[in-house]
């Protein structure tokens, strides 16, 4: 019966067809070198432990290396998204984490991480856990603050002095009409500084004052970017993209990237007078496979060698008072001495409120 | 030379490639020579058949069952149950916002703007790129395809370079405005329908309009009633496809419109990424689903009122000379408008500290300024070739399955409704937000099947969530071309002793290979492409090169700004390339894209 015989191969050729298309894809997707990602360990040294952050974590070539030298242990890394992303993932993934250790939780996400219990309680008794410490979101000991910064605003000095306009200094001058649409901030329900921006003007103007603070700002033409790069490149005219505004919401670290490749000052500075902190921690995950590997990675980001590179790799500070920052940061990007605040459990209860109202108030 | 591929059937009824499968249902007597022969050996024939369809349907049904279905139910169902219990309360307190009224309105608003200014300019261009012939024809059609697969993220950045005060366009005073999001919109989804209503106008039977011409018919009269209605199957076609693109569009809006012009898309990914709350973007979710499937259902009907009576040729037809003086003009426009943002992109890549020069092109060979990266721009390129080859490999076997048993016309109603439904459940990929579709596989694929390994963490997801969003591309350019084929020639190979397989292998699958080089095109250029699902399953130390641009971007330091517009030029041109080739590859049959 030809027919059978030929609707047979059909099926055989449709099946075959369909194997070697996966075999294909498992083949080339691993790039011929499946590493990490097997079963964790199980408590003892060695095995393999899952580093999950957000997606700007980063150290130098080798440390890495020399740590799973040091250890025995194999590392995988997760990325799965930003700051606020990452810790609503391991919220939605809790009862099947997603690696073993977080990293890059921070400040305005920490109470809600560790109130749904993603988070096991470690304290590293490394030496730089002491300088951590003062950081500590609660005293649980379910996040370690590795390293730390400052969102603040930067002026282009140059736009200054050719206007012979004065810079401003404060949160209030920015309301000034003298700096009218001169303004870029980021939106601060969907980049991580547009929400330590908002959270700085809560500081400064309390619960009930910010809103009003926002309307002037708005009322003065100020303009929201969406993200980071988009308001420092395309419109602060001290980025490099040839911007027209002249204040743009950064960070404390930025002015030394704008040092002349001829060397000098920093051609922008950071205003310290409308700071906000951000902290980042490292945590070990509920559920890890491998806690006592996970420990160990929290261990490492804690010592001399990651806490040295930090400011390199990831421009934040390092917490530990025993490493140096780098020439230019220690001259040209010094931490706000007393940057806004705002109590954690008051973040976690309002930060949402707080989104919402300034996207109706700002954005409309 | 021309020769008529396919004739409309002699009742004149019949859609082409269907024959007489088309006559209305509770018309007796199935035509003579259809598949069962009274030569059939019978009933061990017929459940053999049976058997090799539904296993051609479960693969596909399978593929995006596992990696689309689940991940997405799992995360609605997240948002909607509430412990153990459905809750659907969640509608009418989300429907009950004025914010949610105001999204889903410019959702529909941007979208129908960016479909209608892609159609009515994208049609003179079908007409200049596949109408006409010119030196640079071919360069050309490659050029318009680059926006549709450029990273958002790049495109956003080219487009407020522009529009900015002090930029090139500032005087438009069009930066952070709801026309710069349509402009955007239409600058991505042009190629579609230049592709799309091109690809069929190519094959289009000329002698009715030169008919129609010498019977006294001006040309623009020949256009509206003769060639246009032709149209009409590939125009409904690259409208929805465009209406899907443009109600999804993310990147595009998220950066050029803030929240000002958010969409259902940018809301989704807020409440999810930001909020956690998975009940408002459940709810939104399914409205966005709603809003799909109409459009698919509308477009749906139009077209196959059209598809039949349609007459194509199997070679081109030989292009009449120069084009027409106006189709020309708007062209000429329009290259040169989608030219600008590519320009700007191009000329951002060029400058450096001290004037201009390649050092953001030598860049790339390096991890970027303070070791931006972890691995050199070329090291993510080819990790984002190998997940376009295993995405395409994947699409390109699901995606034929599909088209192969969407083209059958089953006799039996039931047979042609499933038909119908499986047409439209694979374009769905497309409508459903790709956070929605990377949450919900970040919550399902960890160990499904009792895996032992952590698919989330492997990478390996990456090319199958590329495959998913690439599958309607190749259904739709593979399916025409498969609906085309005259039942006729099937049915004489049958006559003459071809088993169903030989048929399906030297008819079907020979017609339809000639136009697997377009689907491998698309299909390749858009996994390249793919930012949305991708970056949260990606790999950090295996990014992919649209993760590198955006990192890049993100990053401080003059130096790693110019490296990520370097990194989107060769983006642009690797894009570019591969279309370039897929169109020489692409035979005599177009598809609709």
């Known amino acids: ?364 | 030379m021309t020769r008529p591929l396919t004739h409309p059937s002699p009742t004149g009824s019949g859609r082409p490639g269907t024959g007489a499968r088309a006559t209305p249902p509770g018309v007796p007597a199935p035509p003579p020579a259809a598949p069962t022969a009274p030569t059939a050996p019978g009933r061990g024939w017929a459940v053999a058949r049976g058997t090799a369809w539904a296993v051609a349907a479960a693969v596909p049904l399978l593929f995006l069952g596992v990696f689309f279905a689940w991940p997405v139910l799992t995360l609605v169902g997240r948002g909607l149950v509430v412990d153990g219990s459905l809750d659907l309360s969640g509608f009418a307190e989300v429907l009950g916002r004025p914010r949610t009224w105001r999204i889903v309105g410019l959702t529909l608003a941007q979208a129908t703007l960016g479909t209608v200014i892609s159609v009515l300019l994208g049609v003179p261009g079908a007409a200049v790129l596949y109408r006409s012939r010119f030196p640079g024809r071919g360069v050309l059609r490659a050029f318009v395809t680059v926006p549709f697969v450029l990273p958002t993220v790049v495109v956003g950045v080219a487009f407020r370079a522009l529009l900015r005060d002090n930029g090139p366009l500032g005087f438009l005073h069009l930066d952070g405005t709801f026309a710069a999001i349509v402009a955007a919109l239409v600058f991505f989804n042009y190629a579609v329908v230049v592709r799309t209503v091109g690809g069929l106008w190519e094959r289009l039977d000329p002698r009715p309009e030169q008919a129609a011409r010498s019977l006294g018919a001006s040309p623009a009269r020949a256009f509206l009633t003769v060639t246009l209605p032709a149209l009409t199957p590939a125009l409904t076609s690259a409208a929805s496809l465009v209406f899907l693109f443009c109600a999804t569009a993310f990147g595009t809006v998220l950066v050029l419109g803030g929240m000002r012009f958010g969409t259902v898309e940018t809301e989704i990914w807020i409440q999810t990424t930001q909020f956690l709350d998975l009940r408002a973007a459940s709810v939104l979710s399914v409205v966005q689903v709603v809003v799909v499937v109409a459009a698919l259902a509308v477009a749906g009907r139009a077209r196959a009122r059209r598809e039949r009576a349609l007459s194509l040729v199997d070679t081109p037809v030989r292009a009449v000379g120069r084009p027409h003086p106006l189709p020309a003009v708007v062209t000429a426009v329009v290259l040169v408008l989608l030219a600008l943002p590519l320009a700007a992109l191009l000329l951002g890549s060029l400058r450096t500290g001290d004037g201009w020069g390649l050092d953001h092109y030598r860049a790339l060979g390096t991890t970027g300024g303070r070791n931006a990266l972890t691995v050199t721009v070329w090291e993510a390129l080819g990790n984002s070739l190998r997940a376009a080859v295993d995405a395409t490999v994947l699409a390109l076997v699901v995606g034929c399955l599909v088209a192969l048993l969407v083209s059958r016309r089953p006799r039996r109603t039931a047979a042609r409704r499933a038909v119908g439904v499986l047409d439209g459940v694979f374009m769905l990929p497309l409508g459903v937000s790709a956070v929605t579709v990377g949450f919900g596989a970040l919550l399902t694929l960890g160990h499904p099947f009792g895996i032992a390994t952590d698919l989330r963490t492997t990478g390996v997801l990456v090319p199958v969530v590329q495959a998913v969003v690439a599958v309607p591309l190749v259904v739709r350019t593979v399916l025409p071309v498969l609906r085309a084929v005259d039942p006729r020639l099937r049915e004489a190979a049958g006559t003459l002793g071809a088993g169903p397989g030989r048929v399906l292998a030297t008819v079907d699958g020979a017609l339809a290979v000639r136009s697997a080089g377009l689907a491998v095109g698309f299909a390749f250029a858009v996994s390249l492409g793919e930012f949305g699902a991708t970056s949260f399953l990606a790999r950090p130390d295996r990014p992919t090169l649209p993760v590198v641009i955006f990192r890049l971007i993100g990053q401080p330091g003059a130096d790693n700004y110019g490296m990520a517009l370097a990194a989107g030029v060769v983006l642009a041109l690797l894009t570019a390339g591969v279309m370039a080739v897929a169109e020489r590859l692409r035979g005599p049959v177009g598809g609709e894209l």
């Open chain 1, 1 to 364: 019966m030809a027919r059978t015989r030929a609707a047979r191969r059909t099926i055989r050729h449709t099946a075959a067809l369909g194997v070697a298309a996966l075999a294909l894809t498992a083949c080339s997707a691993t790039g011929g070198s499946p590493s990490g990602g097997s079963a964790g360990g199980d408590g003892t040294a060695g095995g393999s432990v899952t580093l999950v952050t957000h997606d700007s974590f980063h150290v130098s070539d080798g440390l890495l290396e020399q740590f799973e030298a040091d250890t025995g242990l194999t590392v995988t890394q997760v990325a799965p998204g930003d700051g606020g992303a990452l810790v609503n993932q391991l919220i939605l993934t809790k009862d099947a984490p997603l690696g073993d250790v977080v990293y890059g939780i921070d400040n305005t996400f920490a109470s809600r991480a560790i109130d749904e219990g993603v988070l096991e309680p470690y304290t590293s008794q490394v030496p730089a856990a002491a300088d951590a410490e003062p950081y500590a979101p609660d005293d649980s000991g379910s996040l370690t603050a590795v390293d730390l910064g400052d969102v603040c605003l930067n002026v282009d000095h140059a736009w200054f002095a050719d206007r012979g306009v004065p810079e401003p200094a404060t949160l209030e001058d920015l309301t000034d009409p003298a700096y009218r649409d001169l303004t870029v901030v980021t939106n601060a329900a969907t980049s991580s500084p547009g929400l330590a921006f908002l959270l700085a003007t809560v500081g400064a103007f309390g619960e009930d004052g910010w809103q009003q603070y926002w309307r002037d700002l708005t009322a003065n033409g100020l303009k929201v970017a969406e993200g980071w790069s988009d308001a420092y490149y395309t419109d602060f005219s001290g980025g490099g993209g040839g911007g027209s505004r002249p204040i743009a919401l950064s960070y404390a670290s930025s002015p030394p990237e704008t040092i002349p490749e001829s060397g000098g000052e920093p051609t922008t500075g950071a205003l310290l007078g409308t700071c906000f902190r951000q902290v980042e921690y490292a945590g070990v995950l509920a559920g890890a496979q491998n806690p006592e590997g996970a420990r160990r990675l929290v261990d490492w980001l804690l010592s001399d060698a990651v806490q040295g590179d930090i400011p390199g790799s990831m421009y934040m500070y390092p917490v530990s008072s025993a490493v140096d920052l780098p020439e230019d940061w220690a001259q040209w990007a010094p931490l706000a001495d007393e940057p806004y605040t705002v109590p954690l459990d008051e973040i976690a209860a309002n930060r949402e409120t707080w989104v919402r109202e300034w996207t109706d108030l700002v954005t409309g």
